[in-house]
């Protein structure tokens, strides 16, 4: 990937808006110990042995002092006969939540080197686009990831109070609220970075419709420097490129490898939030059933979680499907720049060869090459938990 830019000559500068556009994320991300980049002397590298240690010092705090209070909880905490078999699924539901939060670090550090190229690659997407100097853009990117990550803080907030009930410890409570928080976080972050990525594939489709709207009037059908400079703005920035579609097919280019980077990253996070959603949907059935069966009031910790969970996977389903729905709108512009005989044979092949690009890169993103996150994915969800449904029900009088 490295072959198609050079990392090396990069202008410092160029990343701090860049940076400050994502702030926001990072600050949060950098108090659970996740560090997706070390900044030096305004350039980018991966991170430091003592970055490293830091985060792993943090995942080993917080699993130590679950485990200690938990046993310690365990062995001197009575169970009665009818809740005895709830405390145990609820216990091995938080067991998983901490063998997901270790996982998750050590996945996170192995794909340090991707996280560092994303931001390249959309530092030379930004040139391309021009961008790069373009202030306004960035603040109002940021404005958007605040709004974003305000209202998940206060929802979880709410949720964090209601749900505590006493049932735990408080510090476990504590433990397992940071850790729950942290998985949700990971979700929101890839959020971010894919509508960064359809951010940039809307200007992509808005100077091809300029480039169709200006060959329709019949000013030129090579469109030449000077008349982009006059004319083609969006998002408050200017291509001056004369070979404008091969410019714009780079930049798709680009835009696919920080898709496939960014899938990289968060595949296995969105695994995880994949299957804990389905766990806590099924756990949250067979509950349900058996207090329903036994006349019990229903306390289990993770009802209103359960909801949570499938509103973000909701909320990250939603955020591919648009971009693949910008990727279609990207692809529907080509076309039609590639049936116009009356453009020139160059335009033409360039277009013809950015067809071939968006073919190349569909930017679907899988969940290790089993799951198509896109709006479907809730179908397929409502569908399985239904399936399994009517399997508990069927089973729940032998218990």
């Known amino acids: 990937m490295e072959g198609n830019y050079d990392t090396n000559k990069m202008d410092a500068t160029r990343f701090d808006l860049i940076l400050y556009m994502v702030r926001p994320l990072t600050i949060i991300e950098n108090l659970f110990g996740k560090f997706r980049y070390r900044k030096v002397g305004g350039n980018i590298e991966i991170l430091s042995r003592r970055m490293k240690f830091y985060a792993i010092f943090l995942v080993s705090l917080i699993v130590a002092a679950y485990c200690i209070i938990f046993v310690n909880d365990l062995l001197h905490k009575t169970h009665n006969g009818i809740n005895n078999i709830v405390d145990i699924v609820d216990a091995v539901i938080a067991l998983i939540m901490m063998i997901q939060h270790t996982l998750s670090m050590v996945v996170f550090l192995h794909y340090t080197k991707n996280n560092v190229n994303i931001i390249k ?8 686009l021009n961008i790069s100097k373009n202030k306004q853009f960035y603040k109002d990117s940021r404005r958007l990831i605040q709004i974003g ?13 209601y ?5 735990y410890v408080l510090l476990i409570e504590i433990l397992l609220g940071i850790v729950d928080f942290e998985r949700h976080l990971e979700v929101m972050a890839f959020c971010i970075f894919i509508k960064t990525m359809k951010d940039r594939l809307v200007i992509v489709n808005k100077i091809l419709e300029h480039v169709i709207i200006t ?17 083609a703005v969006y998002a408050g920035c200017t291509i001056n490129e004369s070979s404008i579609i091969r410019t714009l097919a780079i930049t798709y280019d680009l835009i696919g490898e920080a898709c496939d980077e960014i899938n990289k990253v968060f595949k296995f996070h969105i695994f995880k939030a994949l299957f804990t959603t389905f766990v806590y949907i099924i756990m949250t ?17 993770f009802f209103f979680l359960c909801v949570f969970d499938i509103i973000s996977v909701g909320i990250m389903s939603y955020t591919c499907e648009v971009l693949l729905i910008k990727r279609n ?6 076309n039609e720049l ?18 071939e690009l968006i073919e190349v890169w569909p930017l679907q993103i899988y969940a290790y090459d089993m799951f198509a996150i896109d709006i479907k994915l809730l179908l397929k969800f409502i569908s399985v938990s239904t399936t399994y449904l009517i399997v508990i029900i069927q089973i729940s009088h032998f218990f």
């Open 149 to 161: 990550i305000s209202i998940f803080i206060f929802i979880y907030t709410l949720l964090a109070i």
């Open 215 to 231: 060959k329709n009037r019949g000013y030129t059908l090579n469109i030449p420097a000077k008349t982009l400079k006059q004319n």
């Open 121 to 128: 690659l959309i530092a030379v997407i930004d040139d391309n």
């Open 329 to 334: 709108s990207t692809k529907i512009l080509v």
């Open 285 to 301: 059935i067979w509950s349900a059933i058996y207090y329903i069966r036994t006349s019990e009031t229903s306390d289990s910790l």
């Open 163 to 167: 749900e505590s009930n006493g049932k």
């Open 338 to 355: 590639i049936m116009d005989y009356d453009l020139t044979r160059q335009m033409r092949i360039q277009a013809k060869a950015f067809m």
